[in-house]
T-cell receptor, first 115, second 110 residues
Framework: GAGVSQSPSNKVTEKGKDVELRCDPISGHTALYWYRQRLGQGLEFLIYFQGNSAPDKSGLPSDRFSAERTGESVSTLTIQRTQQEDSAVYLC?????????????FGPGTRLTVL | DAKTTQPTSMDCAEGRAANLPCNHSTISGNEYVYWYRQIHSQGPQYIIHGLKNNETNEMASLIITEDRKSSTLILPHATLRDTAVYYCIVRVGSNYQLIWGAGTKLIIKP
């Protein structure tokens, strides 16, 4: 079946512009996560959605970052007034529930470059 | 939150078993150990997870010490396609965050 998809795969933008990144989770997965991965580093948690519950935004680095999710489907991560330090790969993952044993399935990521 | 430490890099000969160690000395009783790997330019891929008991699946085996302060991921017959960064992580909190370190870069040599 279809896995997690993300778009665009690459995004180059100028400092100060806004960007929107999209994630399509696996159908039926209620949990959705966004992570950021800087070059050569592990993943940093950004935000978590679970069903209709309020999202956990504790990992968002600043108020320039926001994310939305429509029901249990598509999610968008928006970065306003981009800075060079926002350059990274942004990864989305989904899982069927939010139990400790649930595996997270990752998309291929969006590589964001801020010039 | 529990943190993990892993070697920065390791080599292994093709066809041999690759043993990747991980220390998680501050792990709590209800925290699972997960292993993911990331092949270059791809999203992470789940390998295996465990709580207390050793685990085995079609990809790998996970050996967890009795005190749970360390674990070892074993790829029984490594192939060139197993070259990747391997992350040992613990899953914590009400939102089950995965706390990622820098991982071990495993290079399988012919």
């Amino acid at each position: 079946g279809a896995g997690v998809s993300q778009s665009p795969s690459n995004k180059v933008t100028e400092k100060g512009k806004d960007v929107e990144l999209r994630c399509d989770p696996i159908s039926g997965h209620t949990a959705l996560y966004w992570y950021r991965q800087r070059l050569g580093q592990g993943l940093e948690f950004l935000i978590y959605f679970q069903g209709n519950s309020a999202p956990d935004k504790s990992g968002l680095p600043s108020d320039r970052f926001s994310a939305e999710r429509t029901g249990e489907s598509v999610s968008t991560l928006t970065i306003q007034r981009t800075q060079q330090e926002d350059s990274a790969v942004y990864l989305c993952a989904s899982s069927p529930h939010h139990l400790p044993t649930d595996t997270q399935y990752f998309g291929p990521g969006t590589r964001l470059t801020v010039l | 939150d529990a943190k993990t430490t892993q070697p920065t890099s390791m080599d292994c000969a093709e066809g041999r078993a690759a043993n990747l160690p991980c220390n998680h000395s501050t792990i709590s009783g209800n925290e699972y150990v997960y292993w993911y790997r990331q092949i270059h330019s791809q999203g992470p891929q789940y390998i295996i997870h465990g709580l207390k008991n050793n685990e085995t699946n079609e990809m790998a085996s996970l050996i967890i010490t009795e005190d749970r302060k360390s674990s070892t991921l074993i790829l029984p017959h490594a192939t060139l396609r197993d070259t990747a960064v391997y992350y040992c992580i613990v899953r914590v909190g009400s939102n089950y965050q995965l706390i990622w370190g820098a991982g071990t870069k495993l290079i399988i040599k012919p």
